[in-house]
């Protein structure tokens, strides 16, 4: 079964702190994918990546940045958290194929910034 | 890009089946249909997909229609653990999935 790993399953941050919210996975994907999701919202795409230090902004880029230094792994990165950022975060993974392999999850990061 | 409308909400008996509706009617030629379920504070899990055929694994059915404008996915026999936010989703350009509002599930006992 494919395994992706969020490190941290509740986080808690001030104003202004700088924020790191990792991800692995261990099936080689190339793609991986970092989302937020809030109530009446659904999931809304931050930042992609297809391959190691390749990145692509996806909806809501403003006030993230990404890393990707290895292939399993995928840094989200909040510069300066803000309260808006409060929020359930998911990394999720898939291969690179013909493009309609389904994408896999993590359980998720829930962020309270204060 | 294809938008999919599914119900706010269901009920459905344990040991039933769930049947689940979806209806993408915007659905292009090369877009695939996934079926997504989350349940409270968990990440979304994947269920199942298909084109245009019919397909079938250890967790469900899916129905898609001739027309391909519409799908089902089917529980062949529900358990409270079934419980859960349901979504339907067509695949994106540029793989962005879009996730709608999705069907709440509630299975009774």
């Known amino acids: 079964d494919v395994k992706v790993t969020q490190s941290s399953r509740y986080l808690v941050k001030r104003t202004g702190e700088k924020v790191f919210l990792e991800c692995v996975q261990d099936m080689d994907h190339e793609n991986m994918f970092w989302y937020r999701q809030d109530p009446g919202l659904g999931l809304r795409l931050i930042y992609f990546?297809?391959?190691?230090?390749?990145?692509e902004k996806g909806d809501i880029p403003e006030g993230y940045s990404v890393s990707r230094e290895k292939k399993e792994r995928f840094s989200l990165i909040l510069e300066s958290a803000s309260t808006n950022q409060t929020s359930m975060y998911l990394c999720?993974?898939?291969?690179?194929?013909?493009?309609?392999?389904?994408?896999?999850f993590g359980n998720g990061t829930r962020l309270t910034v204060t | 890009d294809a938008k999919t409308t599914q119900p706010t909400s269901m009920d459905c008996a344990e040991g039933r089946a769930a049947n689940l509706p979806c209806n993408h009617s915007t659905i292009s030629g090369n877009e695939y249909v996934y079926w997504y379920r989350q349940i409270h504070s968990q990440g979304p899990q994947y269920i199942i997909h298909g084109l245009k055929n019919n397909e079938t694994n250890e967790m469900a059915s899916l129905i898609i229609t001739e027309d391909r404008k519409s799908s089902t996915l089917i529980l062949p026999h529900a358990t409270l653990r079934d419980t859960a936010v349901y979504y339907c989703?067509?695949?994106?350009?540029?793989?962005?999935?879009?996730f709608g509002a999705g069907t709440i599930l509630r299975v009774k006992s």
């Open positions: 989703i067509v695949m994106a350009r540029g793989n962005k999935l879009v």
């Open positions: 990546s297809y391959d190691v230090k390749m990145k």
């Open positions: 999720a993974s898939r291969p690179r194929d013909r493009g309609n392999s389904p994408l896999h």
